[in-house]
């Protein structure tokens, strides 16, 4: 079992120094599930780095009233440095936690090559391919009123053609190894009737593009109540041999490997036993079993118990 999909800080707060100590009470956390190994995966827009390279791509929107609340969104968190992140997961690594190197990144029009000219300069384990807004539009920004507003004024058709064509572009870019929560976009509980068109084009652009996908727990702690991905997109993708994760999307202590008996469950009713994990973005096979007691990879020696406070918790976007 793993936990591929976790971040340090919650977006409400800015970022903080990132230490040994945080990340080995993730690991130990994650232990306890019998989750052998995590993937820090901070977004990509939470570094100085991005915010240069990126912004401001959402004045291509013409839906100009949503402008003023990206350019907020990101002057509120594009401030950590990326270099400084790096460092501090390869120090985890090396001091024998049970951790591996990732980054979230997201879909930007027209400048995945620059992305990928970036990121190509760090030494990732693994990279997440993620959808989080459409142009301008933070769909699962839940606790944005801005954002929200959309959703009643848009089709869920429409929306969801539109996220599924930024996603096979995403797929396509080659600037990712995992799709993370294929079908967030019924993060809010927005979703088409029939909903299999769009689940089909979703598993044929994963397996098309050789990416492995993530099963996420992070959906069941939204609007729309149910793990990421749907059943019937989660049967797709198994059926055209995609290659999975686990994830909790944990965006703070507590929610580290978040139901993981319940993924494996879910795994289980659909005959995966096998996970692939990332060594330097090349894949590897995992199994979904808890490992027997005492063989399951721990903190390291003298590593802190975790028992890290618990701020207010808005709906964290994904
Ligand atoms: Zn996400
Ligand atoms: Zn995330």
Not at 61 to 82: C, E, F, I, V
Not at 227 to 240: F, S
Request: with cysteine; charged share 25%; aromatic share 8%.
């Amino acid at each position: 079992m793993l936990d591929y999909h976790l971040h340090l800080w919650p977006h409400d707060q800015r970022d903080t120094p990132l230490d040994l100590e945080q990340v080995a009470a993730y690991c130990e956390r994650a232990a306890a599930a019998g989750v052998v190994e995590v993937a820090l995966t901070e977004h990509l827009f939470r570094f100085v780095q991005a915010k240069g390279l990126l912004g401001p791509f959402w004045e291509a929107d013409p839906a100009a009233h949503l402008h003023g609340s990206m350019a907020a969104y990101w002057q509120h968190h594009a401030t950590a440095d990326l270099d400084r992140y790096v460092d501090a997961v390869l120090e985890a690594k090396r001091a024998g936690l049970p951790v591996v190197l990732g980054l979230e990144v997201d879909w930007y029009a027209g400048r995945m090559g620059a992305v990928g000219d970036l990121l190509a300069g760090y030494p990732f384990d693994v990279l997440l391919g993620s959808v989080h807004w459409l142009g301008a539009w933070r769909f699962d920004d839940l606790d944005d009123p801005v954002s929200m507003a959309e959703w009643p004024a848009r089709e869920v058709d429409a929306v969801w053609t539109a996220y599924v064509d930024a996603l096979e572009e995403l797929a396509a870019s080659g600037a990712c190894d995992v799709l993370a929560h294929p079908d967030l976009v019924k993060v809010a509980g927005h979703r088409p009737g029939r909903p299999q068109e769009w689940w089909d084009r979703i598993a044929e652009a994963v397996a098309r593009q050789r990416l492995a996908a993530e099963v996420s727990s992070a959906g069941w702690r939204k609007p729309v109540g149910e793990q990421y991905p749907a059943e019937g997109l989660l049967v797709r993708l198994a059926a055209h041999g995609v290659p999975l994760t686990t994830a909790s999307d944990a965006h703070r202590q507590e929610e580290v490997a978040d139901r993981a008996d319940e993924l494996r469950a879910l795994l289980a009713s659909i005959g995966v036993d096998r996970l692939q994990g990332f060594r330097r973005r090349q894949g590897h096979s995992v199994p979904v079993a808890r490992a027997p007691a005492g063989v399951a990879a721990g903190p390291a020696p003298g590593a802190p118990s975790g028992n890290g406070s618990d701020p207010g918790r808005g709906q964290e976007p994904s």
